[in-house]
């Protein structure tokens, strides 16, 4: 994404976040807004992955855990979408520092995601926080309409035996049943998922912070938008 892509798409947040704190209907804004700057596709979802009404964003926020707060505490991670977050930003794709305090991708890979070197990569990344910060117990859920979702399961389930985590991964039809109110730290960027829960944690950011290298990242955070 260009520099001036990045100045428009600044301008256009602005203007969203106008709306939104206004009360006003969040698709027919983005419309509004895309419309008036002749944004595209990854544009508009940059805006709606990254943009919320300021008293909805500060709410998530608050609810947001350090690291240091999973030890000895029950987690729970939404899988496909902590995995795909981290494969992201290992693939240099372009990810997004929204301003409820999360990191999400923009891929949209997720009907057509595979496990892959990146997979194992990652694995290892989130499970060397998960060492750092060891629970008592960690559940990871897939999402089991996803290709390799058993596989993907199987192959967590051996991490944690191999890292000594109590816990276990599962496939399920419907994994954000089990997280929506769940007691313990939530780990996912669904929005839907963070408006739901007690304490939520953005596993992806704590993964990115121990990398060398910086994503490739829009930051609707510390640009004030």
Not at 159 to 177: I, R
């Amino acid at each position: 994404m260009s520099e001036l892509s990045r100045e428009t798409l600044k301008l256009a947040a602005t203007d969203f976040l106008y709306l939104l704190d206004r009360g006003y209907p969040r698709a027919a804004s983005l419309q509004l807004v895309g419309n008036r700057y002749n944004l595209d596709r990854l544009h508009r979802d940059c805006l709606h992955r990254g943009v919320f009404a300021q008293r909805e964003a500060e709410e998530r926020r608050t609810r947001l855990v350090r690291p240091e707060q999973l030890v000895h505490s029950s987690l729970l991670v939404d899988g496909h979408n902590v995995l795909i977050t981290i494969e992201s930003c290992l693939a240099g794709r372009l990810v997004i520092a929204a301003n409820d305090g999360v990191i999400r991708d923009v891929a949209g890979i997720s009907h057509r995601y595979r496990i892959s070197t990146l997979t194992h990569e990652a694995i290892d990344l989130l499970f060397q926080v998960l060492r750092n910060y060891p629970p008592n117990e960690t559940l990871l859920f897939l999402d089991s309409p996803i290709r390799q979702s058993g596989e993907l399961a199987a192959l967590l389930r051996t991490e944690l035996n191999k890292w000594n985590l109590s816990g276990d991964a599962l496939a399920l039809k419907v994994p954000e049943v089990r997280l929506f109110g769940a007691e313990g730290i939530v780990a996912s960027s669904d929005s839907a998922v963070l408006a739901r829960v007690k304490k939520g944690i953005d596993l992806p950011a704590v993964v990115i912070d121990s990398l060398p290298q910086r994503p490739y990242l829009i930051d609707f955070i510390s640009s004030g938008d």
